[in-house]
């Protein structure tokens, strides 16, 4: 059985391809640039979502940790200062964030009433944290309570945002950071205040 040679001389010929659009080679290298990049950027938008979630995650056990030892008498007045509070916090929380915590504050002060600390409060001004009880504005202090006082711990801690064109979109404070934040308050227990 014999076959019939191909029209034109025996050989077959492939189909001449017409136009820049027709060529199929590279068509994979090409998608794979044009999908690369989005890919990229949802990748370290998780990344720098996951990453800052942990970050206010530990900050917060640390603030529970801190207000518990105030609550049960294992810090005292006489002993707590802003410095050893900041100090106390920032060796914890330096897992996630820069040596020496820049941008932690603190605020740790006694109230009258728990309605007092539910009216406590804080904005967000031109990029600055100013806190507030009531209509006024405050000051970060710190002076923690006696024995059966109530007593609102507050952590602020400026978290920066690594990931250029993720901080637009996440930061709310100056210089291309977002807050983190975490609050307890309490009363404390009737331990002996000496």
């Known amino acids: 059985m014999s076959k019939d040679p191909a029209p034109g001389g025996g050989k077959a010929r492939a189909k001449p391809r017409h136009g820049f659009f027709s060529d199929k080679r590279g068509s ?22 996951c990453i800052s979630f942990a970050g206010q ?3 917060a056990n640390i603030t529970d940790d801190v207000a518990r030892q105030l609550r049960t008498g294992q810090l005292r007045k006489a002993t707590v ?7 106390l916090i920032c060796s914890r929380l330096e897992i996630m964030v ?3 915590c820049p941008g932690l504050l603190v605020d740790l002060r006694e109230y009258p009433t728990f309605a007092d600390a539910a009216s406590a409060g804080f904005k967000i001004v ?26 609102m711990l507050r952590v602020f801690y400026k978290w920066p945002v690594m990931t250029d064109f993720l901080a637009k979109q996440m930061a709310n404070l100056k ?12 009363q404390n227990e009737p331990f002996d205040d000496n």
């Open 81 to 87: 200062t802003e410095d050893s509070i900041k100090q």
């Open 126 to 151: 031109d990029g600055d944290i100013v806190l507030t009880q009531g209509t006024n504005s405050t000051t970060f202090s710190v002076s923690p309570g006696l024995a059966e006082t109530r007593n």
């Open 175 to 186: 210089d291309g950071k977002t807050l983190h934040f975490a609050s307890v308050t309490w």
């Open 57 to 59: 995650e530990v900050m």
């Open 28 to 49: 994979t290298a090409m998608e794979f640039a044009l999908l690369a990049i989005p890919f990229a950027l949802l990748v370290f938008a998780i990344l720098e979502s």
């Open 98 to 100: 820069a040596q020496n």
